[in-house]
């Protein structure tokens, strides 16, 4: 792990599905287009197309980085299937992130359950 990193990420090769694990104390835009990259060129290495984010930031980004983040995810991460999970429950923000994906061809849906979210991802 690089610790000059704002964050941690750990990816996980879960057959069906690339798992991934990030956190730190603060998100911003600039930290999540970093960690995307890393999650782009896993999922374009490992050839998939099904994602499970696990996300475990204290505080999280405002609406207009929300904007901005869901712009470059949408960019990065067209036709994937992503079960996304936060643990720190920030619901109208990731609400917010999910349509501005949805509107850019990401199959995105949030769970506050990592079982439901695995049992989705994995479904056809």
Do not use: Q
Request: proline content about 2%.
């Amino acid at each position: 792990m690089n610790t000059s990193k704002p964050y941690t990420l750990t990816l996980e090769d879960r057959g069906e599905y690339l798992y991934a694990l990030i956190g730190g104390d603060k998100l911003t835009a600039e930290i999540a287009k970093l960690y995307w990259d890393e999650i782009a060129e896993e999922c374009f290495r490992l050839e998939k197309s099904k994602l499970l984010i696990e996300k475990d930031f204290r505080e999280s980004v405002s609406a207009p980085e929300m904007l901005d983040m869901g712009v470059y995810v949408g960019g990065i991460m067209v036709n994937k299937k992503i079960a996304f999970l936060d643990r720190h429950k920030n619901e109208s923000i990731n609400e917010l992130g999910k349509k501005l994906a949805r509107n850019r061809g990401v199959y995105l849906k949030l769970f506050t359950n990592l079982k439901e979210a695995e049992e989705w991802l994995t479904s056809a």
